[in-house]
């Protein structure tokens, strides 16, 4: 039975997809600091690895993955914490705050930015570090574990993807 006083339903779902979708990207971001410490630290033909191209491009696009999940994670944070209208009155009434719609959506589009970050930043992780990353004496695997299972915690990206699919239909042309 709820508390009537407590938060709704909807508003626990999207701080936990929150608290998910910051959990992802903190894993994400170690990920990504093994690889790149991993190839600034390693010489090949009298250079570090990060000087190959064929390497540099890896690191690379695990940065724009990460980057594109935190600014989507601080997008929904800002848009959780500054909803200071869970239960939605302000929306009803016509007030301009972030109501729920707009909270949720922000939170769908976090859940689905940070688990793509989780599919693009894994596999060149274990590629640049090769073997090493799959030992039981190395940590990058430890991160990488937590990627692929937070990222379809619960509610996965395809789930996120059809809510917010849902909900642009449901406000039509003019309301999206």
């Known amino acids: 039975m ?4 407590g938060p709704g339903h909807a508003v626990i779902r999207s701080r936990l997809a929150l608290l998910r979708s910051a959990a992802v990207t903190g ?3 170690g990920a990504y600091r093994l690889t790149k410490a991993y190839v600034s630290e390693r010489h090949q033909f009298g250079a570090p690895f990060l000087r190959i191209p064929a390497v540099s491009s890896g690191p690379a696009l ?3 993955q990460l980057l594109q ?3 989507a994670l601080a997008l929904a944070r800002h848009a959780v914490t500054t909803d200071a209208d869970p239960a939605g009155i ?5 007030t301009n705050s972030a109501g729920p719609c707009e909270t949720s959506a922000a939170v769908a589009v976090a859940r689905i930015t940070t688990a793509q970050a989780a599919t693009e930043v894994a596999p060149p992780a274990h590629q640049l570090q090769g073997a090493r990353g799959i030992t039981q004496e190395y ?3 430890h991160v990488t574990r937590r990627l692929w299972a937070w990222r379809d915690a619960v509610a996965g990206e395809r789930d996120w993807s059809d809510e917010l699919g849902r909900r642009a239909a449901d406000l039509g042309e003019t309301g999206v």
């Not at 302000?90 to 016509?94: K, L, P, S, V």
């Open 69 to 71: 999940a935190e600014a």
């Open 62 to 64: 695990m940065k724009v």
């Open 2 to 5: 709820p508390i009537a006083s």
């Open 27 to 29: 894993v994400a971001r």
């Open 90 to 94: 302000q929306a009803a009434t016509g």
């Open 139 to 141: 940590p990058l695997h």
